[in-house]
Nanobody, 122 residues
Framework: QVQLVESGGGLVQPGGSLRLSCAAS????????IGWFRQAPGKGREGVSCISSDDNSAYYSDSVKGRFTISRGKDKNTVYLQMNSLKPEDTAVYYC???????????????WGQGTQVTVSS
């Protein structure tokens, strides 16, 4: 059974940093691309970043480019999202997801975690 578990969320002041982790398990065959998505109160789900399954190519939304960094750990099914220079508008529930394509579209992902809350506030 495929399972994705996010961790690392919490409350942080504007300008601060957090590192989110996505631990994936239960995969067979080729490993999946991993994406990070977020949903803020009253807003739709937004693609944040994703990393490919082959060459670890990384992609970012314009809103986080230059501030967030996605990486894959030594364990290929562990992915991190380093978030720096956090802004109040980054406040959201963050989800990781696994899929076959490296795109920032939720429809391309087959498996989802339960999410972790990130709150940026002074």
């Amino acid at each position: 059974q495929v399972q994705l578990v996010e961790s690392g969320g919490g409350l942080v002041q504007p300008g601060g940093s957090l590192r989110l982790s996505c631990a994936a398990s239960g995969f067979t065959g080729s490993y999946y691309a991993i994406g990070w998505f977020r949903q803020a109160p009253g807003k739709g789900r937004e693609g944040v970043s994703c990393i490919s399954s082959d060459d670890n190519s990384a992609y970012y939304s314009d809103s986080v480019k230059g501030r967030f960094t996605i990486s894959r750990g030594k364990d290929k099914n562990t992915v991190y999202l380093q978030m720096n220079s956090l802004k109040p508008e980054d406040t959201a529930v963050y989800y990781c997801a696994a899929g076959r394509s490296t795109v920032l579209s939720g429809s391309a992902y087959d498996y989802w975690g339960q999410g972790t809350q990130v709150t940026v506030s002074s």
